[in-house]
């Protein structure tokens, strides 16, 4: 079974400069997580999706960010315009989000970007 | 709101021999589920081990186990017989019980392992 996948690992851009990630989750997923990760700490949740709906998007700076999850399957964020602070490692993980168990959530290989 | 704490930035262990990453939480909720995963250098977050609050009988997975105490709030993992893949960045992470929640991250623990 293929893992989440998420595309570009790698992106390099200059500040004001637009860019954007993409990530398809685990077949079968209801739930897909976009979480940014700066050098040295953990994970933090950005946004939260259970098909099309993004229900946690409230540690999204919505004056840059933006996120879509077309048909409730793939899903897209996009920086607009991108400043240096928001060099980072961008993962994506998936879940079954049956609202029950543990949930497991299973993350992509992230993109890292940095803003020059 | 619950917040994840482990106290050891950077650990090191010789090969084959055992090591406990601390991990402790802080949380109102009695039914939550404790992770712990993995990241090498490739970034690729990757599930070590996982506990339900509800279960008293601590995880086990191969190499891999918890020590589970709830009421001091305190989730660590012993890894038994290190070995040079286990080499990585270790995050603790707390999810409440209450629907599909994010995931609630320590500041991770590096680990190095000697040969």
């Known amino acids: 079974e293929a893992g989440v996948v998420q595309s570009p690992r790698y992106k390099i851009i200059e500040k004001k400069q637009p860019v954007a990630f993409w990530c398809n989750p685990i077949?079968?997923?209801?739930?897909l997580y976009w979480y940014l990760q700066n050098l040295g700490q953990g994970p933090e949740l950005l946004i939260r999706?259970?098909?099309?709906?993004?229900?946690?998007d409230s540690q999204l700076p919505k004056d840059r960010f933006s996120a879509e999850r077309l048909k409730g399957v793939d899903s897209t964020l996009k920086i607009q315009p991108a400043e240096l602070g928001d060099s980072a490692v961008y993962l994506c993980?998936?879940?079954?989000?049956?609202?029950?168990?543990?949930?497991?959530?299973?993350f992509g290989p992230g993109t890292r970007l940095t803003v020059l | 709101a619950q917040t994840v704490t482990q106290s050891q930035p950077e650990m090191s262990v010789q090969e084959a021999e055992t090591v406990t990453l601390s991990c402790t939480y802080d949380?109102?909720?009695?039914?939550?589920?404790l992770f712990w995963y993995k990241q090498p250098p490739s970034r690729q977050m990757i599930l070590v081990i996982r506990?339900?609050?509800?279960?008293?009988q601590n995880a086990t997975e191969n190499r891999f186990s918890v020590n589970f105490q709830k009421a001091a709030k305190s989730f660590s993992l012993k890894i038994s017989d290190s070995q040079l893949g286990d080499a990585a960045m270790y995050f603790c992470?707390?999810?409440?019980?209450?629907?599909?929640?994010?995931?609630?991250f320590g500041q991770g623990t590096r680990l190095t392992i000697n040969p």
């Open positions: 993980a998936s879940s079954l989000g049956t609202g029950r168990g543990p949930d497991t959530q299973y």
């Open positions: 077949s079968g997923h209801n739930t």
């Open positions: 999706y259970e098909n099309e709906e993004a229900v946690d």
């Open positions: 949380t109102s909720e009695s039914d939550y589920y």
């Open positions: 506990q339900e609050a509800y279960k008293q």
């Open positions: 992470a707390y999810r409440s019980a209450q629907g599909a929640q994010k995931l609630v």
